[in-house]
């Protein structure tokens, strides 16, 4: 299967985005240190997986 590299940044940040806001919203309120930790998330999980680059297939040798 192929991801593209936006696609797999877009996941990787909603993911840290919504495990950040789960916990963020425990006591029923959002500060806005919550609030920035949650941005903070986001952004740095789409750097972070905008900048690793998807591994290369490997083709498998043939048996002769």
């Known amino acids: 299967m192929k991801v593209s ?3 797999k940044a ?3 940040g909603a ?3 919504a495990a950040a806001a789960a916990t963020a919203v425990q006591d ?3 500060t806005t240190v919550e609030g920035v ?3 903070l998330a986001v952004l740095g999980a ?3 997986t905008w900048a690793v680059p998807n591994r290369q297939a490997v083709t498998p ?3 002769l």
């Open 46 to 48: 789409l750097g972070v």
């Open 28 to 30: 029923g309120q959002v």
């Open 37 to 39: 930790t949650i941005a």
């Open 15 to 17: 993911a840290a985005g």
């Open 61 to 63: 040798p043939r048996d």
């Open 10 to 12: 877009i996941v990787s």
């Open 5 to 7: 590299k936006m696609w």
